[in-house]
């Protein structure tokens, strides 16, 4: 009787270990079959990707950027599921938007590598880059743009795109400086728009590329800009700070941004290098 229960015993411990081998196996089927899935979804939303790389943005910077433009709204649909998830109570309006700067990242990243890296955002609302990249995302009505560089070149880059009709002249006494407002005053109203439109760019390119360095938020006339046309459509401007910026720890005569209207809209992008 004891050998008859022993070779049970014996039984039942090989039909449990049977079991459990099935299950695990199951397990690690179904695991390895949902990450197979998600890379197909992957590189299918990354086929599908409207986005463009685009020389006019690299351009605004020193060489080793890579630029991308989406001249139509953000699809949310090709999102990646780690990306959509930030949208779940965003208006239509907001989700394209969205939607259509992560598709400008993704395929700037794709030069560096990272064919399928969902940009998730940080708690102050900045992107996620990957550790050794750095980049900057803007857009403006149904246009958008990103640019994406190597850390070990640059330490902060920031870009900007805004409508020229888009900065109205009640806002800008709000952002000129006095001389900027002055310059902005001894300009044929016609070219007004254009410039001060320029400037909202421009220091809206500075804020985001010395954030990457300070993490400090600035105001509009914490910063003062020197404008330099070479024609009619692009140019520099040089940045000078009115007010302490911490732990920058750069020359300031080392900073300058470049600019280039394009149709109805004014690009702006300056670099801090490494």
Not at 72 to 78: R, V, Y
Not at 97 to 110: N, Q, T
């Amino acid at each position: 009787m004891r050998v008859n229960a022993a070779m049970d015993a014996l039984h039942d411990s090989a039909l449990e270990n049977n079991t459990n081998d099935h299950l695990r196996h199951g397990l690690k089927n179904n695991s390895l079959g949902r990450e197979r899935r998600n890379e197909n979804l992957m590189a299918a939303v990354s086929l599908k990707n409207p986005a463009r790389i685009s020389p006019r943005i690299s351009n605004l910077f020193a060489r080793g950027t890579v630029g991308a433009e989406l001249h139509e709204p953000g699809d949310a649909s090709l999102l990646f599921y780690e990306e959509a998830r930030y949208l779940t109570n965003a208006m239509p309006t907001r989700a394209r938007e969205f939607a259509a700067g992560r598709l400008c990242a993704r395929r700037a990243l794709e030069r560096f590598g990272f064919t399928r890296y969902p940009l998730r955002v940080s708690s102050d609302r900045s992107p996620q880059w990957p550790s050794a990249l750095i980049g900057s995302i803007t857009h403006a009505h149904g246009v958008c743009a990103a640019v994406v560089a190597q850390r070990r070149f640059f330490r902060g880059i920031g870009l900007d795109m805004e409508i020229v009709d888009g900065v109205t002249r009640e806002t800008w006494p709000v952002i000129c400086t006095p001389p900027e407002a002055a310059a902005l005053a001894a300009l044929p109203s016609a070219q007004q728009a254009r410039y001060a439109a320029l400037v909202f760019s421009a220091k809206e390119s500075f804020y985001k590329c010395q954030y990457n360095v300070t993490r400090q938020w600035l105001e509009f006339h914490d910063v003062s800009l020197d404008i330099i046309f070479e024609d009619s459509h692009t140019g520099y401007f040089v940045p000078t700070p009115r007010k302490k910026i911490n732990a920058l720890g750069l020359d300031a005569t080392t900073w300058m941004g470049r600019f280039q209207f394009y149709r109805n809209v004014v690009l702006t992008g300056i670099a801090f290098k490494a």
